[in-house]
Nanobody, 121 residues
């Protein structure tokens, strides 16, 4: 089993920044990609960003504002979120799986519990 623990969410004003972290532990053999999805109230969960062996993918809505990165030594992936907008308000979920393609479509095998991000003045 793989455990994913997210941290870094919170309340921020529009235009502000937050950095989310997702640490993986357990039987991580076979985990080749990690990423982030988010779900706003009343909306479906959507892909945000993914990373695998240096390849990066972003949703169009966050390109130029969000940056995903990873630290293999710590089995941790980060999401730096800048220029935050109220529309970015959502629960952010970490996803891990065998390929970046699976992360993009949300079929990575493992999910974290989620961390709330609220953008409001």
């Amino acid at each position: 089993q793989v455990q994913l623990v997210e941290s870094g969410g919170g309340l921020v004003q529009p235009g502000g920044s937050l950095r989310l972290s997702c640490a993986a532990s357990g039987s991580i053999f076979g985990i080749n990609a990690m990423g982030w999805h988010r779900q706003a109230p009343g909306k479906q969960r959507e892909f945000v960003a993914g990373i695998s062996n240096g390849s990066l993918k972003y949703a169009d809505s966050v390109k130029g504002r969000f940056t995903i990165s990873g630290d293999n030594a710590k089995n941790t992936v980060y999401l730096q979120m800048n220029s935050l907008k109220p529309d970015d308000t959502a629960v952010y979920y970490c996803n891990a799986g065998s390929s970046l393609g699976r992360i993009v479509v949300g079929t990575g095998n493992y999910w974290g519990q989620g961390t709330q991000v609220t953008v409001s003045s």
